[in-house]
């Protein structure tokens, strides 16, 4: 158990439907991280929040958006739901956010199966 | 852009052989990380190693340890005594901390087959 939540686990919906995900990161790391594991793209970064700000942006679709609270837990919104979204959706936390010497490992929560019919 | 390849989509090994996955990537970056993460049929990413480019010496975890090929770009993870349990998907991640962010950039996985 890495300690990061993740919820629900599998989620079935229809075309142009939105769904939200939910991530809880372990205690103590303020970075959360989203990607995108499908068998044609593979393991893609989405997009990273840090302590609540917006850190950095992968291939994320306009049509996703994501946010952090001040609870450090995040939230992954997709709209507009298309069959190419279905997909393994991951949330990882880490410590810190980047930019120094050190490295900060990825804890990976175990993910939400999305489903578009 | 940094790219990762994993030329091995799929290998097999006995049980309490060693096998080796092989990763290549492409950086222009002289300080970075790399990692390989396995993902067994629960489909949970779980760490399996990581290897500062700054360090000369190989990482070893247990069974697991990486043959680190910092001119060459390689990046190979050898499992020794395989275990039935190490039958998953493996990936080899980049990370460069310098670009302020901490995402990692994953190869397409290998598929790892323990045979009893």
């Known amino acids: 158990d890495s300690g990061v939540t993740q919820t629900p686990k599998h989620l079935i919906t229809a075309t142009g439907q939105r769904v939200t995900l939910r991530c809880s990161p372990r205690?103590?790391?303020?970075?959360v991280y989203w990607y995108q594991q499908s068998l044609d793209q593979g393991l893609q970064f989405l997009i990273q929040?840090?302590?609540?700000?917006?850190?950095a942006k992968g291939n994320i679709l306009e049509r996703f958006s994501a946010q952090q609270f001040p609870d450090l837990h995040s939230e992954l919104n997709l709209s507009s739901l298309e069959l190419g979204d279905s997909a393994l959706y991951f949330c990882?936390?880490?410590?810190?956010?980047?930019?120094?010497?050190?490295?900060?490992?990825?804890?990976f929560g175990p993910g939400t199966r999305l489903t578009v019919l | 852009a940094q790219t990762v390849t994993q030329s091995q989509p799929e290998m097999s090994v006995q049980e309490a052989e060693t096998v080796t996955l092989s990763c290549t990537y492409d950086?222009?970056?002289?300080?970075?990380?790399l990692f390989w993460y396995k993902q067994p049929p629960s489909r949970q990413m779980i760490l399996v190693i990581r290897?500062?480019?700054?360090?000369?010496q190989n990482a070893t975890e247990n069974r697991f340890s990486v043959n680190f090929q910092k001119a060459a770009k390689s990046f190979s993870l050898k499992i020794s005594d395989s275990q039935l349990g190490d039958t998953a998907m493996y990936f080899c991640?980049?990370?460069?901390?310098?670009?302020?962010?901490?995402?990692?950039?994953f190869g397409k996985g290998t598929k790892l087959s323990v045979i009893p």
């Open positions: 990882a936390s880490s410590v810190g956010s980047g930019g120094r010497k050190s490295t900060d490992t990825q804890y």
């Open positions: 205690s103590g790391d303020l970075s």
């Open positions: 929040y840090y302590n609540g700000e917006e850190r």
């Open positions: 950086t222009s970056e002289n300080n970075y990380y």
């Open positions: 290897q500062e480019a700054y360090k000369q």
């Open positions: 991640a980049f990370m460069n901390p310098g670009a302020g962010s901490y995402q990692l950039t």
